[in-house]
């Protein structure tokens, strides 16, 4: 379906990453947002504050992050999309009620604009280093979806694709955008809602008698009882069976953890984004995410004109992580993988663990604070090489 | 046109990104390149230095900030103190005539100065001096078309303020160009205009 006209901003904006992120999350149909404002992602919140009484929707400041990640599921429960906006600090704070949602196949969106850490850490400046808090922060075992904006322009495209993936999934999706992309201003184009496709919420067609809030197809994901119309069903973070009532046996838990892992990991080739170059020729290819591959295709750039075969391999979606990419390259004779980020090596691990000892692994780690000098990533490059 | 970096700075309140914000402006969308604007932040920084960057090019950004500056845009002394070092060789820098004090230059930069702050109390607001200071930007580094840098004043503030900051843009704009041509006219130019300010 297309995007409704009433929270789209049509046109050609100078725009910072945050208030284009909150852009985007009108466009994709957001009309509910709870957040506890924090640098550097206050101004996504400000901003649809500002614009949602003209929208029609609801904002509502919380008194902290555990309030604000709990909220916005009873409005997607109550039929709104919904989404929160936070930091490092306030994304500890909400592990808690991601797993809930998790359990509860509640399709939502947190967007983490990244501030150096750990703790208070550098609240004005840029990191990359909640990746592995993004894909094991709250407890248990499960899957999440994450994606990774370079720009304004994407912090826009990318909030309508994370709500969209949240719907067609049904599970929390984030939006990992990082200091310097949210307050970084740039052109942002706005198209027209026509030209917004967006995933409505999958209702179930089955009768309210007939109805199992989790039975599922064999995509795995459960479809949705439409509130206030006849459907009884229960909620709960319990392990539940698929009539939603908790059961507290080995095996309910087996098929519902396993089921909440395979829906995501079986869909892994269609969740990924990835935006390649040279990949086909690459000794070396250059793996990056977020504001670090603007910086990293500046040292790709340099590399080449060196004569150096070196490849792009950037990561939209981070989570899932794209084994299957990793395992083709490095089968294909790619000598080494260098993975510059904004953190001592998070992603690294898992680019190691994904090309299984083929080819080399050279971490180009920054503690955040600023981005990579191009030189600092041409030297590992070089050195992939040696 | 090359990556032209531009670094803006003054105290908060003067309007310092909203300048960053037209150039930025005029450059990616009047005129169909790229512009990337940063702003630096600090949590003890509300209320004193404010600086903004803008890095204007016909190709994508990259590298979103700005290291040596072409131009520097001063509007107080503080500003002119910390961040004139950094500006490159060949540069512009261009100052707020009644608010910035040249100490020490190297000399092989183009210096500019206006009344900004003046010719913005002029029009009987002072809050203007960011838009009299791009019209003056416009003039004298031709970094970005008249035309588009005009749209995008009009396209950054309010309906009711228009009129004002057109005439705000205007003011500096013609002061920039009257300045070029007092420059051309002179013997010795922007060296006995350079030697006037440090005079001052």
Not at chain 1, 37 to 55: D, Q
Request: negative net charge; proline residues 6%; hydrophobic residues 40%.
């Amino acid at each position: 379906m297309q995007s409704d006209p009433r929270g789209v901003l049509t046109g050609t904006h100078f725009l910072d990453g945050d208030h284009a992120c909150c852009e985007g999350a009108l466009a994709a149909g957001a009309r509910f947002a709870s957040g506890y404002p924090i640098t550097p992602s206050t101004e996504v919140v400000e901003r649809f504050a500002a614009r949602i009484p003209t929208v029609g929707g609801t904002f509502i400041q919380m008194e902290d992050e555990l309030a604000a990640s709990i909220t916005l599921q009873g409005a997607v429960w109550g039929g709104a999309k919904a989404f929160t906006v936070t930091s490092g600090p306030g994304f500890s704070l909400m592990m808690e009620h991601v797993g809930y949602a998790v359990m509860t196949e509640t399709p939502c969106v947190f967007v983490n604009v990244q501030r150096g850490g750990p703790s208070t850490g550098l609240p004005t400046l840029p990191a990359q280093a909640d990746m592995m808090q993004a894909r094991w922060g709250s407890h248990g075992d499960y899957q999440i979806i994450a994606l990774c904006p370079k720009s304004p322009q994407e912090c826009f495209d990318l909030t309508i694709t994370a709500f969209n993936l949240a719907e067609q999934y049904r599970t929390p999706v984030f939006v990992m955008m990082d200091e310097c992309v949210g307050h970084m201003t740039e052109k942002v184009i706005i198209p027209p809602a026509g030209q917004i496709e967006i995933t409505p919420r999958r209702y179930t067609t089955a009768a309210p008698d007939q109805f199992q809030p989790y039975a599922t197809g064999s995509d795995l994901v459960p479809d949705v009882p439409p509130i206030a119309s006849g459907y009884s069903f229960h909620i709960t973070g319990l392990t539940h069976d698929e009539r939603g009532y908790p059961s507290m046996t080995p095996e309910t838990q087996d098929h519902l953890v396993r089921r909440l892992q395979d829906k995501i990991l079986n869909a892994v080739e269609k969740i990924t984004l990835t935006e390649e170059e040279n990949l086909n020729d690459a000794e070396v290819v250059v793996v990056s995410y977020g504001i670090t591959s603007r910086v990293a295709q500046r040292a790709i750039d340099l590399a080449r004109a060196k004569g150096i075969r070196a490849g792009k391999l950037r990561l939209i979606t981070a989570w899932p992580f794209p084994d299957f990419k990793f395992r083709a390259l490095a089968s294909n004779g790619v000598r080494a993988f260098v993975v510059p980020e904004l953190n001592l090596g998070q992603m690294a691990r898992e680019v190691q663990r994904a090309a299984g000892g083929q080819s080399r692994v050279i971490p180009v780690t920054h503690a955040g604070g600023n981005v990579h000098q191009p030189e600092q990533i041409l030297r590992a490059i070089e050195e992939a090489l040696l | 046109m090359l990556l032209t970096e531009i670094r803006i700075a003054g105290f908060g309140g003067q309007g310092v990104i909203l300048a960053a914000s037209v150039i930025g402006k005029a450059k990616s969308i009047f005129e169909g390149g790229f512009a990337t604007m940063t702003q630096s932040f600090g949590p003890e920084a509300r209320g004193g230095a404010c600086s903004a960057q803008v890095i204007l090019s016909d190709n994508p950004i990259l590298y979103p900030y700005v290291t040596r500056p072409d131009v520097l845009i001063t509007m107080s002394q503080e500003a002119f103190t910390r961040f004139s070092p950094e500006l490159k060789p060949g540069g512009i820098l261009i100052v707020e005539h009644d608010l910035v004090r040249i100490t020490t230059l190297s000399g092989d930069v183009r210096v500019y100065s206006v009344p900004a702050t003046r010719l913005a109390e002029e029009l009987g607001r002072k809050m203007v001096l960011n838009i009299v200071m791009t019209g003056f930007f416009g003039a004298v580094t031709q970094l970005a078309d008249e035309d588009s840098l005009r749209k995008a004043v009009a396209d950054s503030v309010p309906a009711a303020f228009r009129e004002l900051n057109r005439k705000a843009f205007d003011n500096g704009y013609k002061y920039g160009i009257n300045l070029l041509e007092r420059l051309a006219d002179s013997p010795n130019g922007e060296a006995d205009e350079l030697i006037s300010l440090l005079e001052v």
